[in-house]
């Protein structure tokens, strides 16, 4: 088992590159199986979920290999289309094959899949949408078997914008007969980056940042070299952590666009942050002052991903700031490790109220999941003394090296690996 050691109180200063995008890179992944020939994943971010990916693209019969930063991609020797429960249950990305396989294929048998505990997290409408393009599903002892000989496209109304829904339709679309529009998709940036790579393999996509995506399907596409965005969450966890600890950092690659709901408020709780075409400067002095109730909401609004990460910075700030979850039912899994370094936080159902407080001690403390992980590094930042964070394989999942990062801003931190 893995630990983070924290040793807060000090002040950031120094500069990180950005990653590339989880949420990009998983949904890419399944894509690559679209593609005839092969795909280079330029600087592909090394995470636990991309190593989940490419175990299910290995279990398909294709190849994928890291070659130095990069990771290639060959799905010309795919030969099975189910994906065995054990690996589904590794991520919640890996519904997103479902679409790319049935699209390859025309048959895809696949389990429901795993993720962050963040409370019920269905698939209803991926399968709904899949029906509507001509899939039949039917549930058998836990395993979905998926059978299209044919998908015709036509238009999808999503009953709410899921991320992932949207990229299923998008990859199941690229192999229907005709014109699918997904009415009422995501507008994530992630969803860009999506249909840029499938157009870069030679799709036709267009309309994605926008409600409504426009796939024509059934053309052939090829390999490419990709280079997926920058990771918006991962800036939003260092730009929270300096908030946090105060002082002065550079993130190179940070796009501030893909973030302005979370700058906005740093800005109102004392930040500075400037940005140009090769990323992000913040600065912060003084102690944070709180600010205007932070709602989460599907892109553009406030990321449900960023809701820990900022509710860590303001742990000390002046004043009581009001957070209301809308995404997830069960994501203030990290109030109550925040509790222990000496947070003031009152959740009720979801909206949790944060009230500034002097100081926060380091105490050992645990991952309850990905995001919630990361805002327990936030908190440790500014806490006195040390705080020992286990469980950080839920860190691993969408950081390459949180470790690494957070000391190339001037943070004292170390990993360690314990027996238990
Ligand atoms: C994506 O998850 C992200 N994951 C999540 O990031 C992120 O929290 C979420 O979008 C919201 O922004 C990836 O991109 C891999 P949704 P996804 O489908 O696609 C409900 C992180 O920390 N819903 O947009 O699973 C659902 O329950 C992760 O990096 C249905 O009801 O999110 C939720 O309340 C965690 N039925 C809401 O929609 C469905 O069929 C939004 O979910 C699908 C979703």
Redesign the pocket.
């Known amino acids: 088992m893995s630990q983070l050691l924290i040793r807060g109180g000090r002040r950031l200063e120094g500069e990180v590159t950005i990653q590339g995008a989880?949420?990009s890179v998983?949904?890419i992944l399944a894509a690559t199986l679209l593609a005839e020939d092969q795909v280079v994943l330029e600087d592909c971010p090394r995470l636990r979920?991309v190593d989940a990916s490419v175990r299910i693209l290995r279990s398909l019969g294709c190849r994928a290999e890291w070659q130095g930063e990069d990771l290639l991609v060959n799905t010309a020797a795919l030969d099975r289309w189910a994906i065995s429960d054990v690996l589904m249950r590794e991520?919640?990305?890996s519904?997103?094959f479902l679409g790319a396989i049935l699209a390859r294929c025309g048959q895809a048998d696949i389990s429901y899949p795993g993720?962050?505990e963040?409370?019920?997290?269905?698939?209803?409408?991926?399968?709904?949408g899949l029906r509507d393009l001509g899939a039949e599903i039917r549930e058998e002892g836990g395993v979905l078997r998926c059978a299209a000989s044919r998908l015709t496209g036509r238009e999808v109304v999503l009953?709410?914008?899921?991320?992932?829904?949207?990229?299923n339709l998008m990859l199941a679309a690229c192999g229907a007969e005709g014109t699918t529009v997904i009415a009422n998709a995501?507008r994530?940036p992630?969803i860009v980056d999506l249909q840029n790579f499938l157009n870069a393999c030679g799709a036709r996509v267009s309309g994605a940042g926008s409600s409504s995506v426009t796939v024509e399907g059934k053309r052939r596409l090829h390999g490419c070299a990709y280079r997926c965005m920058p990771d918006r969450?991962v800036t939003a966890t260092y730009l929270c952590a300096l908030a946090s600890a105060g002082g002065e950092i550079r993130l190179k690659g940070g796009v501030e666009g893909h973030l302005s709901t979370l700058t906005a408020l740093l800005r109102e709780a004392g930040c500075e942050i400037t940005s140009d075409r090769a990323g992000i400067t913040c600065v912060c002095r003084d102690r944070l002052q709180a600010v205007r109730p932070v709602r989460t909401a599907?892109?553009p609004g406030f990321?449900?991903?960023a809701q820990a990460l900022l509710m860590a910075a303001l742990l000390r700030s002046r004043g009581a700031t009001v957070f209301e979850e809308n995404?997830?039912?069960n994501r203030y899994r990290h109030v109550d490790e925040l509790t222990r370094m000496g947070a003031s936080v009152r959740v009720s159902g979801r909206v949790a109220v944060v009230t500034g407080v002097e100081t926060l001690q380091g105490a050992p403390v645990r991952c309850t999941?990905?995001?919630g992980g990361a805002a327990l590094c936030v908190a440790a930042l500014a806490a006195e003394g040390e705080s020992r964070i286990s469980a950080v394989h839920h860190i691993d999942?969408?950081y390459e090296d949180i470790a690494r990062d957070l000391r190339a801003l001037g943070a004292e931190v170390t990993r360690t690996e314990t027996e238990h």
């Open positions: 989880k949420n998983l949904p979920d991520m919640r990305s519904a997103i993720g962050c963040l409370g019920p997290r269905p698939i209803d409408l991926h399968l709904a009953g709410l914008p899921s991320v992932g829904a949207t990229e995501a994530e992630e969450i599907p892109y990321p449900t991903d995404m997830f039912e999941d990905l995001r999942r969408g």
